[in-house]
């Protein structure tokens, strides 16, 4: 069976093999904690220092090439000190979407090689359209909540997972304890890779949304059906359709990212510890 065949057939087996060896490769048997880089997000990891381990995504069981301009398909392993602690970090640098089309368990292949590598938790970072009006571009938010607007589960069969906590309230009190000014919202997932017309971000406000994105859902629901704990973080690098009159464009969200990167590194670099 190739790679590709074993992710669709059995993918937490395909997670298992990814996990040995990512251990094999890196020379780090277990890792604690896991971070998935999104669009305008690479940046943001320079803060963590200098990787002990890089590889291509693609060459790890069940990880296909990157798609999306920003996205660079590396998989590094980061040691973060805190004190005689040593905190080992699985980053993902890059992800894949729904609206490639390879269907969910490419999606979700990164964070249940994450859990398998030994992560307990996943910080799930993404950058999205500002629904709710009193966002501003280059804004960080802490997602408290989601509401999916796919109708696609990573869960197939009886698995009635509780999702009351998805977002773990836990990490959220310790990140808007590191930073004040942090705000939380509700992430709608959209498909895509179109953008939404304004009057379907008029109904995404009407249910409650504050935050439009077409990723981070998925992930939360696998790793969380796996046992691990979730931060999903998004970046907000455009206004979402119809909020400013202007036309989205994806340069925007790329330059938005890239002067939000290290201010959200070294958050993310200052808090590991506490969650850890
Ligand atoms: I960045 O406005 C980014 N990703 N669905 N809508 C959706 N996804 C996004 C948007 C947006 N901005």
Not at 67 to 85: C, F, L, M, N, P
Not at 162 to 168: A, C, G, I, V
Not at 244 to 250: D, I, Q, R
């Amino acid at each position: 069976m190739t790679s590709t065949e074993i992710l669709y057939s059995d993918p937490l087996k395909a997670a298992t093999l990814a996990a040995a060896e990512i251990a094999q490769a890196s020379g780090i048997a277990t890792h604690d904690v896991a971070l998935v880089m999104g669009s305008g997000w690479v940046g943001a990891v320079d803060a963590l220092g200098t990787p002990t381990f890089e590889c291509n995504a693609e060459d790890i069981t069940g990880f296909f090439p990157p798609a999306v301009e920003g996205h660079s398909g590396k998989v590094r392993s980061y040691e973060i000190k805190d004190g005689d602690r040593s905190i080992r970090a699985l980053v993902f640098l890059g992800r894949t979407h729904l609206y490639e089309g390879k269907g969910m368990e490419p999606v979700v292949h990164g964070v249940r090689t994450a859990v398998k590598a030994g992560c307990k938790v996943i910080i799930l970072t993404n950058a999205c359209g500002g629904i709710n009006t009193a966002y501003r571009v280059g804004q960080p938010v802490l997602i408290r909540d989601h509401i999916s607007l796919t109708a696609q589960s990573p869960l197939v069969g009886a698995t009635f997972v509780d999702l009351t906590d998805l977002y773990s309230k836990r990490i959220r009190s310790i990140m808007k304890s590191a930073d004040s000014s942090l705000q939380e919202g509700v992430y709608v997932h959209w498909r895509g890779p179109t953008y939404e017309t304004p009057a379907e971000i008029h109904m995404m406000r009407t249910l409650g949304a504050d935050l439009v994105g077409m990723s981070t859902v998925p992930e939360a629901i696998a790793a969380h059906a796996l046992g691990a704990e979730v931060l999903g973080i998004s970046l907000v690098t455009n206004a979402a359709a119809g909020v400013t009159g202007e036309k989205l464009n994806h340069e925007e969200v790329i330059a938005a990212g890239k002067a939000a990167a290290s201010s959200m590194g070294e958050l993310l670099a200052k808090t590991i510890p506490q969650i850890i």
